[in-house]
C-alpha cells in the first residue's frame, strides 16, 4: 500500500523555524518527483515546492524563496521542508504529494498520491 | 502566473443528480488540467489528469473534457460519498495553480 506520512508542524513565533517530514513507503521513491502543497482555508490550495526524482532541480514558490529549503533522502524514502523566518501568511496545512513524473518541471503532470498533511501555525 | 477560475463556488444538489462544474483558465493551458477531489478532514484525491484522463480505481460517473482555456468536470449520477469539494489545476506552466473549488453539497 502506498503510503505517504508528514510530520514536523505545530505552532511557532514569527521569525523561528519548523522542519516537516514526509516519509513514505510502499513505492519506489527515487522514481518520482516530489511536492509541497499547503491549504489555507478561503485561500485554497498553494505549491509551495517541488524537487526532482535525484534532487537535480528544485522550485519553489516566489513567496518562499531564500527561506524555504526542500530535500530529500531517497535512502530514506523521505522528503524534506526546512521553514525558516516563518510568517503569518506560510500557516497551513502542508501536504506532500507526489509527482507523476520523475521531474518536477514540465507540462502535463499531476499529483497522484498525497499524504494526510501537517498543520503549521505561525503566531505570537 | 495563471489564475484559474471555478464556478460555481458551491451547489447543492440530489443522489442520482447529474452535475457540471467549471474551470476556466486565465490563458490557454491546451489539456493540461486535473481535478481533484477532497472529502471533509482528507487529502485531496486525483479524479481526472489531463483533461478527460480516468485516473485508475475512479469510477465512471466521473469525466472531464475540454481544452484551451475551458474545461468541465461531470459527474453523471451523483452518489453519497460524492459530496465533497472538487478543485482544478493547471500543469501548463511552473507555479501550477489551483481554482478555488467547488463545494457539491446535498
Known amino acids: 500500500e502506498v503510503q505517504m506520512v508528514e510530520s514536523g508542524g505545530g505552532l511557532v513565533q514569527p521569525g523561528r523555524s519548523l522542519r516537516l517530514s514526509c516519509v513514505t513507503s510502499?513505492?519506489?521513491?527515487?522514481?518520482?518527483?516530489m511536492h509541497w502543497v499547503r491549504q489555507v482555508p478561503k485561500k485554497g490550495l498553494e505549491w509551495v515546492s517541488g524537487?526532482?526524482?535525484?534532487?537535480?532541480?528544485?522550485g519553489y514558490v516566489d513567496s518562499v524563496k531564500g527561506r524555504f529549503t526542500i530535500s530529500r533522502d531517497n535512502a530514506k524514502n523521505s522528503l524534506y521542508l526546512q521553514m525558516n523566518s516563518l510568517r503569518t501568511e506560510d500557516m497551513g496545512l502542508y501536504y506532500c504529494?507526489?509527482?507523476?513524473?520523475?521531474?518536477?518541471?514540465?507540462?502535463?503532470?499531476?499529483?497522484?498520491?498525497w499524504g494526510q498533511g501537517t498543520t503549521v501555525i505561525v503566531s505570537s | 502566473d495563471i489564475q484559474m477560475t471555478q464556478s460555481p463556488p458551491s451547489l447543492s444538489a440530489s443522489v442520482g443528480d447529474r452535475i457540471t462544474i467549471t474551470c476556466r483558465a486565465g490563458?490557454?493551458?491546451?489539456?493540461?488540467l486535473n481535478w481533484y477531489q477532497q472529502q471533509p478532514g482528507k487529502a485531496p484525491k486525483l479524479l481526472i489528469y489531463?483533461?478527460?484522463s480516468l485516473q485508475s480505481g475512479v469510477p465512471s460517473r466521473f469525466s472531464g473534457s475540454g481544452s484551451g482555456t475551458d474545461f468541465t468536470l461531470t459527474i453523471s449520477s451523483l452518489q453519497p460519498e460524492d459530496f465533497a469539494t472538487y478543485f482544478c489545476?493547471?500543469?501548463?506552466?511552473?507555479?501550477?495553480?489551483f481554482g478555488q473549488g467547488t463545494k457539491v453539497e446535498i
Open positions: 504529494a507526489r509527482d507523476s513524473s520523475p521531474y518536477y518541471y514540465g507540462s502535463g503532470r499531476y499529483y497522484d498520491v
Open positions: 510502499g513505492f519506489r521513491f527515487d522514481d518520482y518527483a
Open positions: 524537487i526532482s526524482w535525484n534532487s537535480g532541480r528544485v
Open positions: 490563458q490557454s493551458i491546451n489539456n493540461f
Open positions: 489531463s483533461a478527460s
Open positions: 489545476q493547471q500543469s501548463y506552466t511552473s507555479p501550477w495553480t
